[in-house]
């Protein structure tokens, strides 16, 4: 009797990563297995299995998943991690195992923002000063030297872990994990007397509110633009993830085109 079951590696560490193992859950013909760095202390644990940490760049990540016997990728990593998309594009080709990626879209302008896309966090660094001096940073955890230098300003650093140094100075830290309400961002950006957002363009709802608090406020936010999309089929929904994997497993049973 062949094997049929369709084993899934789900590249992970966002909500839609989860959404994602929660509606493989209840597929049958499927096995899954989560992937997640490691970099959290106490992260959102995916329903089903899970493993940790890196694989060790494309040639571990191509090992994992010829030892593993992984039959389907998707990468719903966040859209700001390049490497670990880069590296799935170029480790599956290479054992030729078909990738999916799963990325939200990014957030568009509405009547009445002051938003400015830049295209990293360097140029949002130069940019942020000219615009005010009280600045909300919201980029992550990492890449936050790029404001150590940056004179004139106060920052409000908000980060699920405690920041890598170095940090702006003077700045105080918040540490926080999503989803954030309307009311929590109005309060936070009143309470701090906030005059400049600093975004990565994240997409999705759980980071939201803050640019609606923003566009109420009359604020400028700066908006850091996303890495290159990655060049393999993506979706944009987990629906549509979904619908692709049961199309793969479909495609193992006896007797049907794959
Ligand atoms: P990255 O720069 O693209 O990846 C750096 C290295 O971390 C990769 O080369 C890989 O190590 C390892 N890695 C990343 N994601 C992994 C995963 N899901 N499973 C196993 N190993 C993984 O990634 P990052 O920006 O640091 O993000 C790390 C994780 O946090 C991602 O899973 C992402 O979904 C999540 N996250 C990131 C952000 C963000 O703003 N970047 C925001 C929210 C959540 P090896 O080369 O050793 O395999």
């Given at each position: ?13 966002t909500g839609e ?62 859209p ?24 939200r879209p990014?957030w ?94 994240s997409g999705g709802p759980a980071a939201a ?50």
């Open positions: 009797m062949p094997d049929v079951t369709l084993r899934v590696l789900i590249l992970g560490g990563g989860r959404a994602l193992a929660a509606a493989c859950a209840g597929m049958p013909g499927l096995t899954v297995v989560s992937s997640l760095a490691g970099r959290t202390s106490a992260p959102l644990r995916p329903d089903g299995r899970v493993r940790t940490g890196g694989f060790g760049g494309v040639a571990g990540l191509a090992a994992y998943l010829v030892a593993e016997r992984v039959d389907a990728v998707v990468d719903a990593t966040h700001f991690a390049a490497t670990i998309t880069a590296n799935a594009v170029a480790a599956t080709a290479t054992v030729n195992v078909p990738l999916l990626v799963l990325r990014g568009t302008a509405q009547p009445g923002d002051n938003w400015h896309r830049v295209p990293d966090l360097a140029s949002a660094a130069a940019l942020a000063p000219e615009l005010g001096t009280r600045v909300f940073l919201t980029t992550g955890r990492q890449g936050l030297a790029a404001f150590a230098g940056v004179p004139g300003c106060w920052f409000l650093i908000r980060s699920v872990e405690a920041p890598d140094p170095p940090l702006p100075e003077p700045s105080a830290v918040l540490r926080d994990r999503g989803p954030f309400t309307l009311a929590g961002e109005r309060a936070l950006l009143a309470d701090h007397r906030i005059d400049v957002l600093v975004t990565k363009d509110a803050k640019l609606i608090a923003a566009r109420e406020r009359g604020i400028a936010v700066v908006v850091v633009d996303r890495p290159a999309a990655a060049a393999a089929p993506t979706v944009a929904t987990v629906d549509q993830a979904a619908s692709w994997l049961r199309r793969q497993a479909g495609g193992r049973q006896p007797g049907q085109p794959g």
